[in-house]
């Protein structure tokens, strides 16, 4: 079943979901934002793996995903089906992106931070006592009155 739109004929979900990449493509580039809801459906999952295995970061890699969609979505004119596939063309980019942003994490020393439990292990925990013998409690404590006072 096709649902009328302003200028032609447009795919419902349904038929977007099962509808081969060519036809999202054709879809998207008539206007149709749900064959672009269909795209991401079909390869978020795969995005995802592919950054995960470069960043190594959950949180990181998710944040790779929602940018190789967008500019998957900004720039679908640049989308030559004869120079491969459409699934080719999303893992480049997924490729790309999750190196730069591997680089990008680098440079910042992400890889190398070490957590405060692993620095200092009294300090992480309640049970263990910092300066003056008080507890991370404590501490928090004397220090809200002093900023009262």
Not at 29 to 45: E, H, K, M, S, T
Not at 71 to 80: A, G, N, T
Not at 86 to 110: G, T
Request: net charge positive.
């Amino acid at each position: 079943m096709r649902k009328k739109g302003n200028q032609h004929d447009r795919l419902v979900w349904q038929q977007l979901r099962d509808a081969p990449d060519a036809e999202l493509v054709r879809e998207l580039r008539r206007g149709n934002d749900d064959a672009f809801a269909a795209l991401v459906d079909r390869y978020q999952r795969l995005v995802f793996s592919v950054a995960l295995r470069i960043i190594k970061n959950q949180c990181e890699a998710e944040d790779v995903v929602q940018t190789v969609f967008t500019e998957i979505y900004r720039r679908l004119e640049l989308f030559d089906p004869s120079r491969g596939t459409l699934k080719m063309w999303v893992l480049q980019y997924a490729y790309s992106r999750s190196l730069n942003r591997r680089h990008y994490l680098e440079q910042r020393q992400f890889y190398t931070q070490v957590g405060i439990d692993e620095v200092a292990p009294e300090l992480a925990s309640d049970t263990g006592r910092g300066r003056g013998g008080f507890s991370t409690r404590e501490a928090a404590l004397l220090v809200k009155e002093a900023m009262d006072a």
